[in-house]
């Protein structure tokens, strides 16, 4: 049995733009992997529809905006953002390894971030 990605596509995007986050992150990973997706880096749209998911706490979609950030995939390297997106997701090795990366001040910086997002009124 094929899979029709870019169908698949056309219908998570209906749904993802509605803010369904299991369709966010289904959409973010398909761009990701180019399952019938563009996999256009310049245009960052997996980080996009991760940061969607990851805003809504969705925990794999946090630490996959992470990594794209930890290593510049899509979009500019940022280890402040990664970390926080690591901690956020519980992915403690992943957050310390770019901790080794970061100044101190960057970490005070991260940390901060991952407070005031845990402190969310929306929460």
Excluded: C
């Amino acid at each position: 049995m094929a899979t029709d990605y870019a169908a698949a596509g056309v219908w998570y995007r209906k749904v993802a733009d509605q803010g369904l986050v299991d369709a966010q992150y289904n959409l973010a990973h398909m761009y990701e992997q180019s399952h019938g997706l563009p996999a256009d880096y310049a245009q960052p749209a997996a980080a996009s529809w991760y940061r969607r998911a990851a805003d809504q706490g969705y925990i794999a979609a946090q630490g996959n905006l992470g990594i794209l950030l930890a290593t510049g995939r899509g979009v500019h390297r940022d280890y402040v953002q990664a970390y926080k997106w690591f901690a956020l997701a519980g992915a403690t090795a992943n957050r310390d390894f770019v901790a080794a990366r970061m100044t101190p001040r960057q970490i005070d910086e991260a940390e901060e971030l991952v407070r005031a997002w845990q402190a969310r009124p929306e929460r």
